[in-house]
């Protein structure tokens, strides 16, 4: 969500942003069924679109390694 921050460091008039955290995650999502091996292309295209999940939309795994992954890393980011 650093994108926000730069957007509420510009309107509170602040020198820089702040990280606080990460809050959200960004998907992609398949407009269409998509053909094997078809490319996929960029914002605003006909093949995918973005979404934001957070974790309290899905419920996780806390066995799988990537879940592990990434608790790690939150709590490297939390000691920034």
């Known amino acids: 969500m650093l994108g926000?921050?730069?957007?509420?460091?510009?309107?509170?008039k602040e020198?820089?942003?702040i990280f606080t955290g990460i809050i959200?995650?960004?998907v992609?999502?398949?407009?269409?069924?998509?053909k094997a091996g078809e490319m996929l292309d960029g914002i605003g295209g006909?093949?995918?679109r973005g979404d934001f999940i957070r974790y309290d939309?899905?419920?996780?795994?806390?066995?799988?390694?990537i879940v592990e992954l990434r608790r790690t890393?939150?709590?490297l980011f939390k000691k920034v």
């Open 4 to 12: 926000m921050n730069y957007k509420l460091a510009q309107l509170e």
């Open 15 to 17: 020198g820089k942003p």
């Open 24 to 26: 959200a995650e960004t």
């Open 28 to 34: 992609s999502i398949a407009k269409r069924d998509l």
């Open 46 to 48: 006909y093949t995918i």
């Open 57 to 65: 939309h899905v419920q996780l795994d806390e066995t799988s390694l």
């Open 73 to 75: 890393q939150d709590a």
